[in-house]
């Protein structure tokens, strides 16, 4: 038989922010237990001491890439249109230099879908491609129907209630005014970035880090828009192998704190690494907090020190504050019982994996998908929408950790913490799909 060596290094290009690096360096370490080298292209980072985690990986910088500083002044849809246009040489470059380096051994590039800038390269070069979606198979679904509205029609015809409640087609129970497009600039030109990331161009596969029994629906209209093959790999934390990832220094001080707290007692707060909240905000919930009587754990970035003196004070007689945590390892403890976030995807399928409920704090787009689904499909949460008032809280957390509403919540984030195991085991969904990746990448 015919010796045939396949190649082996993949390049791996995420969008350099917690939420997308953190599912893609989970991708590398699943595709190093496959065999694979990994060469991972970062845009501008500020310098982290988290590289250890991956020994073995090769880190290069795409040096004309925009700096992250860049998104207050441009705003999120400029600053990555930008970013691509102002990359995309570099990354070329960047590709050159591998393949005269390492000897043309360049399995693939799998790229963050808002980095698409990398198909020029990967068509130049012949080198196959593969789009990453961070986000969740819904969010996908949702950029296609954007892609077909007109916006300014769009804007009108939601000033109208029916029309805001219209379910969206293919897409129950999501409408019309759940499509993500808060906070993120004019309408006209987010569709436009929506289109240029639904562009497969020359890649040959998707990868979602979802899991099919979360999202079949979603998922076969997402097979559909794409028309290549969708491999579901999630939840990438336990793909592979509880590879972890922080751009932030996480404080573990606080897993020694939870030992001391009683079985499902606590409510846990992180919301997400970029959202601030203002003065008036952190008061009511530390109030609401303390009125529920049930000890917290919360995720401040500035720490104690950005509270005022009265709310400090409060606060460390029944919580504890960290500035970052090991968000993993705080869902898996006995002691947590309720998780209070913004709906990240990450967050959502890390609450899921544990069977934690949730409280649902979305700020913007993908985030209050995400919270009508843990609301309203999985039925595992509580959404808060409007102002934060500290009576609203109080009653939130009492009725997640406390009421029997709260009990059934977390009998169904059981069964599906018991869906999601199950998908990553042999045979499952999210097993089979890596083995049909891998197979693709060898073939490719």
């Known amino acids: ?14 969008l350099p922010l917690q939420g997308h690096v953190t599912p893609m360096m989970q991708l ?8 694979f080298s990994i060469t991972v292209a970062l845009g501008q980072l500020n ?41 995309e040489a570099s990354f070329k470059d960047c590709i050159s230099q591998l393949l005269t380096q390492q000897g043309n051994d360049i399995a693939c590039i799998i790229y963050d879908d808002l980095m698409y800038f990398c198909e020029a ?14 986000t969740s198979a819904t969010h996908k679904a949702c950029f296609s129907v954007l892609t077909k509205l007109n916006p300014k029609k769009f804007l009108i015809d939601m000033e109208d209630l029916e029309l805001q409640n219209k379910l969206v087609e293919n897409l129950h129970p999501l409408r019309y005014k759940d499509l993500p497009i808060a906070g993120f600039g004019p309408l006209d030109r987010f569709v436009e970035l929506c289109k240029e990331v639904l562009n497969r ?11 099919s029994c979360l999202e079949s629906l979603s998922l076969t209209r997402m097979q559909q828009d794409f028309g290549i093959p969708v491999y579901t790999l999630g939840p990438l934390h336990i793909t592979a192998a509880s590879a972890t990832y922080s751009l932030l ?42 009125d529920s009587n049930q000890p917290f754990l919360w995720v401040i970035r500035n720490g104690y020190e950005s509270l005022p003196e009265e709310v400090s004070k409060m606060v460390s007689e029944r919580g504890y504050i960290v500035k970052w945590a090991p968000q993993s390892e705080v869902l898996a403890h006995p002691a947590v019982g309720g998780f209070w976030s913004h709906c990240g995807w990450n967050s959502t399928l890390e609450s899921i994996a544990e069977g934690v409920p949730m409280i649902c704090r979305p700020f913007n787009g993908e985030q209050n998908l995400n919270a009508v689904y843990i609301e309203n499909v999985w039925r595992i949460g509580i959404l808060l929408q409007g102002e934060v008032e500290r009576g609203v809280v109080e009653r939130a957390v009492k009725k997640l950790i406390m009421d029997d509403e709260g ?6 984030a059981i069964v599906l913490k018991e869906k999601l195991i199950s998908s990553v085991r042999n045979g499952g969904s999210s097993y089979n799909a890596l083995t049909e990746l891998v197979n693709h990448l060898n073939t490719d």
């Open 1 to 14: 038989m015919e010796n045939i060596e396949h190649k082996r290094r993949i390049v791996l290009v995420p």
């Open 28 to 35: 590398g370490k699943a595709l190093t237990l496959k065999g």
């Open 47 to 87: 310098p982290v001491s988290s590289w250890q985690h991956f020994p073995g990986f090769q880190f290069i910088t795409i040096t004309e890439s925009l700096p992250l500083s860049e998104i207050e002044a441009l705003g999120p849809v400029e600053f990555l249109i930008k970013n691509n246009n102002t990359s």
């Open 121 to 134: 390269a990967a068509k130049e070069f012949k080198v196959p491609s593969i789009i990453f979606s961070t």
């Open 201 to 211: 161009r020359t890649s040959s596969a998707v990868i979602v880090n979802t899991v």
């Open 249 to 290: 220094e996480e404080d573990k001080s606080c897993i020694e704190w939870l030992n001391k707290q009683k079985p499902r007692s606590v409510i846990y707060i992180s919301l997400g690494s970029i959202f601030d909240m203002g003065t008036k905000e952190v008061l009511e919930m530390a109030w609401g907090l303390c």
């Open 407 to 412: 009990v059934l919540m977390r009998e169904r």
